[in-house]
């Protein structure tokens, strides 16, 4: 008699579940037992995404030999790489960590007099990794390095982490749930716990926003990593901390773009992407994975659409003449909930506005943000000359009565 199998079990993207926590050294969940794979170091979140598209890429090496039969004989796999995309609806207070990742320092409170800034630098080179960090625990750092280990932090091995002032982060783990726990486990047994797709020494490659009136501002976080496992291992609610929105999303009607503190004009749209340019082809001899993503030259572009009412835009893209760019999104209304991207310099691209029909003539304003060595002081709430005293080319402000981070 053939065993009855009552139910289908299918695997369901409507029970996805993104975790993420910080790794001190890349590619480790734990710089202090790096033998152990179940062991880790940090707070667990849970993110929320509207979808993901993280893959491990293995590629194929195929023999060349002539053979008498014309066929291939021999076929081995090759190097794998880890990348792929979050999708998320932009909400103020549920991706700090993921755009920290994105851009660099994390500081502040999180309050109206002290938000919470991002920053590709800060005078102190305080980083935001999850090993130390800033805001999980301040004993753990001191001025430029952060100390992970000694007799006063926890009971970890002894040594130091030293801070690129300029640098991204470490880096992260992902641990993604596509099943919601119905996939068998290996040799289609069932899993003693729960199966997760873990993805080891993740950075943050691309970081893009989408904001217009009608819609939900959207993000995508194009990352890389270093090696993908298939973990049987039992992570409940009880072993993360909580990071969705827990506030409504962001929406383009409820944001607003200033250019030199100017906010008259109708902007009908706004997007951007910052690519830091990583190495992907770090491989090294006697190791499939990546050895390291080595960080290139960052660049950070977008566009501005807008009425066309005047030609004070259009002279400053003949012109050559650059601007400051702000774009905040306040969510009650009332400065309580809100995000700010501050690009302190930007220049102009782009083309001359025509009429291609009886439609309203709408302006494209393609720009690039440079570093502004000496920005407004102003520019920041708590100022340019404390949080950055070198510049920048993009901050992002944050404040919210829930958790950031």
């Known amino acids: 008699m053939s065993e009855l199998s009552c139910k289908k079990v299918v695997a369901s993207g409507a029970r996805t579940t993104l975790l993420m926590l910080e790794e001190r050294c890349f590619g480790y969940l734990n710089a202090d037992d790096q033998d152990d794979p179940t062991d880790y170091f940090g707070t667990i979140k849970r993110l929320e995404l509207t979808g993901e598209s993280v893959i491990?890429?293995?590629?194929?090496?195929?023999?060349?030999?002539?053979?008498?039969?014309?066929?291939?004989?021999?076929?081995?796999?090759?190097?794998?790489?880890?990348?792929?995309?979050?999708?998320?609806?932009?909400?103020?207070?549920?991706?700090?960590?993921?755009?920290?990742?994105?851009?660099?320092?994390?500081?502040?409170?999180?309050?109206?007099d002290d938000p919470y800034t991002i920053l590709p630098v800060d005078e102190n080179g305080v980083a935001s990794d999850g090993t130390a960090g800033y805001q999980q625990n301040s004993d753990l750092y001191e001025s430029d390095e952060i100390q992970y280990a000694n007799s006063d932090c926890a009971g970890y091995n002894c040594g130091y982490y030293e801070i690129d002032e300029y640098g991204m982060e470490p880096g992260f783990t992902l641990f993604i749930s596509r099943d919601g726990g119905t996939i068998k486990g290996l040799n289609d047994t069932k899993a003693t716990n729960h199966w997760w797709f873990q993805y080891r020494g993740c950075k943050v490659n691309t970081w893009s926003i989408t904001a217009a009136p009608t819609e939900i501002a959207t993000s995508t976080f194009g990352v890389l990593g270093r090696?993908?496992?298939?973990?049987?291992?039992?992570?409940?609610?009880?072993?993360?901390?909580?990071?969705?929105?827990?506030?409504?999303?962001?929406?383009?009607?409820?944001?607003?773009?200033s250019i030199d503190d100017d906010t008259d004009d109708c902007m009908l749209n706004f997007e951007m992407t910052l690519?830091?340019?990583?190495?992907?082809?770090?491989?090294?001899?006697?190791?499939?994975?990546?050895?390291?993503?080595?960080?290139?030259?960052?660049?950070?572009?977008?566009?501005?659409?807008?009425?066309?009412?005047?030609?004070?835009?259009?002279?400053?893209?003949?012109n050559g003449t650059s601007a400051t760019l702000e774009v905040e999104f306040d969510l009650l209304g009332d400065g309580t909930e809100t995000m700010k991207l501050i690009f302190p310099k930007i220049e102009y691209n782009g083309t001359t506005p025509t009429a291609g029909g009886p439609e309203p003539i709408n302006q494209e304003l393609p720009f690039i943000a440079l570093w502004d060595t000496s920005p407004d002081d102003s520019i920041l709430v708590k100022g340019a000359t404390a949080y950055?005293?070198?510049?920048?080319?993009?901050?992002?402000?944050?404040?919210?009565?829930?958790?950031?981070?």
């Open 227 to 257: 090696d993908e496992n298939i973990v049987d291992r039992s992570i409940t609610a009880s072993d993360y901390t909580e990071r969705p929105a827990v506030n409504d999303p962001l929406t383009g009607f409820n944001g607003a773009v």
């Open 56 to 112: 491990n890429e293995i590629g194929t090496l195929q023999s060349a030999a002539l053979t008498p039969f014309r066929g291939i004989q021999r076929r081995v796999q090759g190097t794998s790489a880890v990348g792929g995309d979050i999708n998320v609806e932009l909400a103020n207070n549920g991706y700090g960590w993921l755009i920290t990742q994105a851009i660099g320092k994390l500081i502040g409170a999180g309050t109206s």
């Open 388 to 405: 950055a005293p070198n510049g920048f080319d993009l901050a992002i402000e944050i404040v919210t009565a829930g958790t950031l981070v």
């Open 275 to 318: 690519n830091n340019n990583l190495g992907t082809d770090q491989f090294c001899m006697g190791d499939r994975y990546r050895n390291s993503l080595p960080e290139g030259s960052k660049t950070i572009e977008g566009t501005i659409t807008l009425e066309l009412e005047s030609l004070k835009f259009y002279n400053k893209y003949r």
